[in-house]
Nanobody, 125 residues
């Protein structure tokens, strides 16, 4: 069982920055493939960013160039640095982990085995 706990959400003005953190339990964090998703009210979760166990990164087109995903294996933590935030980035953000070591398809929710509880990000105009 892996537990994921997000933090760092909050209220920020448009153009500002936030850094989300996701702390994971487990002894083999370095072997997890990880992702960040977000969910708008009344919508399905959508992919934001992913990072493989070998540090390959993937981004949704809507956040490319503004968001950066990175991990610190020594701290069992994955981060999402969000810059140049826009009101349309307002959502609940979730981190997710794929621990199965099967083929990882970062953009698809079904590939992930564990999810955090989510953290609210609100960007005011």
């Amino acid at each position: 069982q892996v537990q994921l706990v997000e933090s760092g959400g909050g209220l920020v003005q448009a153009g500002g920055s936030l850094r989300l953190s996701c702390a994971a339990s487990g002894r083999t964090f370095s072997r997890y493939d990880l992702g960040w998703f977000r969910q708008f009210p009344g919508k399905e979760r959508e992919f934001v960013a992913g990072i493989s166990r070998s540090d390959t990164t993937y981004y949704a087109d809507s956040v490319k160039g503004r968001f950066t995903i990175y991990r610190e294996n020594a701290k069992n933590t994955v981060y999402l640095q969000m810059n140049s935030l826009k009101p349309e980035d307002t959502a609940v953000y979730y981190c997710a982990a794929d621990v199965s070591r099967n083929l990882w398809t970062p953009r698809f929710q079904a590939t992930y085995d564990y999810w955090g509880q989510g953290t609210q990000v609100t960007v005011s105009s």
